[in-house]
């Protein structure tokens, strides 16, 4: 064999060296990759469910913060008819006294 031939059988043996290294690279990579995409589709289910349970928890929590919230707007309203009719029989009182004081002198 020729040094131009036995150069050139170097050279290629040596880049198939370099590409076997580069798949071999290339297969670590993926396998890396396809064990987090792995943990991740078995774990997403659990994460995904605890999700909807919060959801399911705070929607809860709203609901019975709106309720709450109707009840005391509700009683705010009663409050200020229950001032209204008290300021009336206050007035009707003082009347009362008022007309009774004058009936008795």
């Known amino acids: 064999m020729s040094t131009a ?3 050139a059988t170097a050279e290629e ?6 590409q076997a290294q580069g798949v071999a690279g290339l297969k670590s990579r993926l396998k890396v990759l ?4 792995e943990e991740k589709v078995y ?5 995904l469910a605890q999700e909807q349970a919060r959801s399911a928890m705070l929607t809860t929590q709203l609901t019975t913060a709106t309720l709450i919230q109707g009840s ?3 009683l705010q309203s009663e409050l200020g008819q229950e001032r ?3 300021t009336d029989l206050s007035a009707q009182l003082t009347t009362a006294t008022f007309s009774h004081a004058v ?3």
């Open 13 to 18: 043996r040596d880049d198939a060296v370099r």
């Open 103 to 105: 009936a008795s002198s």
């Open 72 to 74: 005391a707007t509700t």
């Open 84 to 86: 209204v009719r008290t």
């Open 43 to 47: 774990t997403f289910p659990d994460e």
């Open 34 to 37: 396809t064990d987090i995409a």
């Open 5 to 7: 031939a036995t150069a």
